[in-house]
């Protein structure tokens, strides 16, 4: 029996810039974080013939081509054709179309546990291209590389994406006490909706095809503002962090009118007047978390508390995917 995990993450800067209708034609950079919430998954050998799949459904099947999760249908094609009974299950603490990345890492959890089950070795920058290939074009989802390559590393990343589709990885440098403040003062609620990324995403890929120009000049400025939030953080000035996150939030809005709603944008404005000097929505957009650095926390948990919201406490990951068992 083979046993994965694989980090969740929210992004710092950057994020719609790694799809690749934008990065072929600019390049794209994006900061990204791991944290301690996580898929994992578990992969055995059955005693008798067929394919036990158990995540949110249970899946009972005697062929490989008859399995209906898409990523495990694709990474069983692919890396175990000739393997006839097999029990794949998943978990996570956190559940999918949040905004977190979760596809990302049950690809890098589903990829290292194969790998490891055939007893071969998976460096981090494979796991991340085969997981993008995978999802990307395998299956034609509109999405970029953030969620699988922060998977596969962990840690408070840098990547920048050439026009070719190379990604160079570099470790954010910042001081101990500057990560100390993020992990103390980023908060994460969930504003009760859920959504499928690619829905979103699709409408950014689209217009950036069709060469639109507001959404081209859109994504060239929320590039500028990653490469600006680098520098904050290298710097320690987590204050001007925050002040990006809203410029970054306001502009991000205008890619598309499924962007947020008025729910979202009242829980944002609550936030801000009440303990909360900047943050945004991770992931697409549409729902999922919000995230904000926080002034006053007592304040802001307390305020958001009263509207229903959930809060999940986290600290860094900086191991990345990884076998655990």
Not at 96 to 105: F, I, K, R
């Amino acid at each position: 029996m083979i046993l994965t995990r694989s980090p969740l993450r929210i992004s710092l800067g950057g994020g719609g810039t790694d799809l690749q209708s934008y990065y072929e034609n600019y390049g794209g950079f994006f900061i990204s974080a791991a944290i301690d919430k996580y898929v994992y998954l578990m992969i055995n050998r059955m005693f008798k013939p067929g394919f036990l799949i158990k995540y949110s459904r249970l899946e009972e099947v005697k062929n490989i081509n008859d399995i209906e999760h898409p990523i495990i249908r694709v990474v069983m094609q692919k890396y175990m054709p000739d393997e006839s009974a097999i029990e794949i299950v998943s978990t996570a603490d956190i559940p999918v179309g949040t905004g977190l990345g979760s596809s990302g890492s049950f690809t890098t959890a589903l990829l290292k546990s194969v790998y490891s089950f055939n007893r071969l070795i998976l460096p981090k920058q494979k796991l991340a291209e085969e997981a993008c290939d995978i999802e990307i074009n395998d299956l034609r989802e509109p999405i970029g590389k953030q969620d699988q390559y922060i998977a596969a590393y962990g840690g408070i990343t840098c990547f920048e994406i050439d026009t070719d589709g190379k990604v160079e990885v570099t470790p954010l440098q910042i001081n101990e006490e500057t990560r100390y403040d993020l992990e103390d003062n980023l908060l994460l609620f969930f504003t009760g909706y859920s959504r499928n990324a690619s829905e979103v995403l699709k409408i950014q890929k689209e217009s950036t095809i069709n060469q639109d120009q507001a959404m081209i000049e859109n994504l060239h400025f929320i590039k500028k503002l990653g490469i600006d939030s680098k520098k904050a953080l290298e710097k320690g000035d987590v204050e001007n962090f925050s002040e990006l996150m809203n410029v970054h939030w306001e502009h991000k809005k205008k890619r598309a009118n499924t962007m947020s709603n008025d729910r979202i944008n009242y829980l944002y404005e609550h936030a801000i007047k009440n303990g909360a000097l900047g943050g945004k929505l991770i992931g697409a957009g549409g729902g999922g978390f919000l995230m904000f650095y926080a002034v006053n926390k007592k304040l802001l948990r307390r305020t958001m508390q009263s509207e229903g919201l959930h809060e999940v406490r986290f600290r860094f990951d900086f191991s990345g995917t990884r076998s655990v068992l």
